[in-house]
């Protein structure tokens, strides 16, 4: 038994579990997981089966863990401040059914900061530049206007997701680390003299996930680990000042944390979730200067470009769903509980049988994995999972979900999660789902399925993605191919001292690593690299030095890995 489940001595209960969800509420779906907090080893618990494996039950929580054992290995706990957000959407069905599963992003799970933001901006752009009914809105802290504040049009609004991330103040530039997730609970306004007057300050409350509860001793005897916990007593005052327009800080290493911006819910008539009841405004006769809000350059606008093209090339971003097998049941669409994948017992008359998704044109964020609900917890005992971007190799991975044992009745969808690679993401336009027939020993449904994305570190926690068995690349005939040219992010990575930098060749010929500062300047390479004869992954140290040996200064630093014309590329934040 895994020792962090709720029947465990060690666990620690809060927040109900289930959930009693408020459908189109979120903060009262919130609130009632206010206490949930981690036990036993750090960042599991409560909040691990709960929130990141978004399990509505403790219940299914035991089952799982004796079902299919493996998943605390495949899919491990991280920081899970972004995963709660995501989980309170998702339970209060906010602001898709499926919470932020949509079109273009078929998915209820985010892990990162980065991605939920990405997320909200991809929404706003596909509603302004294609008119669709999407339901997100982002609105960077810069854009924050107290002289004409508008709650969830350019300021914050109760509900709203509130995002942080690390800013260089001596670069003027964000540096894709130190991110955090908060939603915004209720906000005070003060005005100057009337319930009219002019806004001299805002004050923001929060509900947060992974928020500091003090700590404890783990399972292993490790003592003052930081408790992670679902709060929600934090005020933010004016919190202008908390944005990059203000001068409040918040330390994070050598760097400071600050406000990125907001996320907006709308519905689909692009009106907002936010909540004016959660709105309160006090008349106050002190008249306070603040900052005006300026025009700041989004550093991921290309990114959201992809998705504008990724809707185009791909016919609205609608996959063509297929089976080679006919007694097979898809829909031609995703399956969700209401619409399931059905597959019938074998034999099927094809061997092996598949479900393949094309999305149509490759999808424009890194796919880490992919989850499968099972409906009802019956999953066959092993299947394969296939993928490939267009024109490139397939590859594939095989997943063993269960350990035999028969579920009890009633039982929800069970998600098995299958990484595509150790510590790596790759571009996919394919996904194949492939079943030998013997193991179709009785009809199978699947009730949802979910890529899972990597665009950065997860938060400010330093635990290394562990994911399992590398894939097998099997080109496009089926032939034994090459392996992949992979640059995995460093350890640990913001770092002080020195950073480890794994990496993988993609055959004989020599490559070299280099490491450039933020302008470009190179400032240390190693030639001379050579994958022959040694398999997986090999490893470089960088002691954040140049060439001759002297300390570079800190800074974000990229580092590119190149053999022949392939190249590849991480960010390094280096700490002083």
């Known amino acids: 038994m895994l020792p962090d489940l709720p029947a465990c001595a060690c666990f ?37 089966w709960q929130i990141q494996l978004q399990l509505d039950d403790p219940n299914l929580a035991h089952f ?8 605390p290995n495949s899919f491990r706990a991280q920081a899970w401040c972004t995963e709660t957000v995501a989980f309170w959407h998702r339970e209060a069905q906010v602001p898709y059914p499926g919470g932020y599963f949509s079109f273009f992003w078929p998915s209820s799970y985010v892990q990162n900061t980065k991605e939920l933001r990405v997320w909200y901006q991809n929404e706003e752009a596909l509603r302004t530049n294609l008119f669709l009914n999407t339901r997100g809105r982002w609105i960077n802290g810069s854009q924050l206007d107290y002289a004409n504040f508008q ?3 350019n300021g914050p609004c109760p509900g709203a997701f509130q995002a942080w991330e690390s800013y260089d103040t001596t670069a003027g ?17 003060w005005r100057q003299g009337s319930m009219t007057g002019p806004i001299n300050s805002i004050d923001v409350h929060v509900v947060e996930g992974n928020a500091g509860g003090g700590t404890f001793t783990d399972i292993n005897g490790v003592v003052n680990v930081s408790r992670g916990k679902v709060k929600n007593d934090k005020w933010y005052r004016n919190v202008i000042q908390y944005t990059r327009l203000g001068s409040t800080v918040v330390g994070c290493g050598n760097t400071v944390k600050k406000i990125r911006g907001w996320g907006i819910d709308l519905h689909q008539d692009g009106s907002t979730y936010c909540d004016p009841g959660r709105m309160t405004t006090v008349v106050t006769p002190y008249i306070v200067a603040y900052p005006a809000p300026i025009s700041e350059p989004d550093p991921d606008v290309q990114l959201t470009g992809t998705f504008l093209l990724f809707y185009q090339a791909s016919g609205g971003g609608t996959p063509a769903i297929s089976t080679n097998a006919s007694s097979s049941q898809t829909g031609g669409t995703y399956p969700t509980t209401t619409a399931p994948w059905t597959i019938p017992a074998g034999p099927l008359g094809v061997e092996p049988a598949y479900i393949q998704v094309d999305l149509k044109a490759d999808y424009p964020l890194p796919v880490r994995g992919v989850t499968v609900d099972w409906e009802g917890g019956f999953a066959p005992a092993q299947y394969q999972v296939w993928w490939g971007a267009q024109g490139g190799s397939i590859h594939t991975t095989t997943t063993t979900p269960t350990t035999g044992l028969t ?17 790596s993401t790759y571009t996919v336009r394919y996904l194949r789902l492939v079943f030998s027939n013997s193991v179709l020993t009785r009809q199978f449904k699947i009730a949802g399925l979910h890529f899972r994305y990597q665009l950065g570190r997860e938060e400010d ?20 191919g090459a392996a992949l040219l992979r640059l995995h992010p460093g350890v640990p990575n913001p770092f002080r001292g020195s950073t480890l930098i794994r990496y993988q060749l993609g055959g004989v010929a020599e490559a070299s690593l280099a490491i450039s500062d933020a302008a470009g300047r190179r400032v240390r390479t190693w030639h001379g690299l050579r994958g022959a004869g040694a398999p997986g992954a090999q490893v470089l140290r960088w002691d954040g030095r140049d060439a001759s ?11 590119e890995l190149s053999q022949g014309a392939s190249a590849v590329r991480q960010k390094l934040v280096l700490l002083r």
């Open 12 to 48: 620690v209960g809060g927040g109900a579990w289930p959930l009693p969800a408020v459908a189109g509420n979120l903060i009262s779906t919130a609130r009632k997981s206010v206490n949930a907090q981690t036990s036993c080893l750090k960042q599991r618990g409560q909040p691990y």
């Open 64 to 71: 799982l863990a004796h079902w299919a054992p493996g998943i």
């Open 151 to 153: 709650p969830g049009v």
């Open 549 to 559: 040996g002297r300390a570079v200064p800190a800074g974000v630093y990229v580092c």
């Open 173 to 189: 530039a964000w540096t894709d680390s130190c991110y955090h997730s908060q939603v915004v609970d209720s906000v005070v306004v």
């Open 407 to 423: 579920p009890p009745s009633g039982v929800p969808p069970m998600p098995a999660y299958t990484a595509l690679a150790p510590d």
């Open 461 to 480: 926690n330093g635990d290394v993605f562990q994911d399992a068995t590398p894939p097998v690349d099997v080109g496009e005939g089926g032939d034994g």
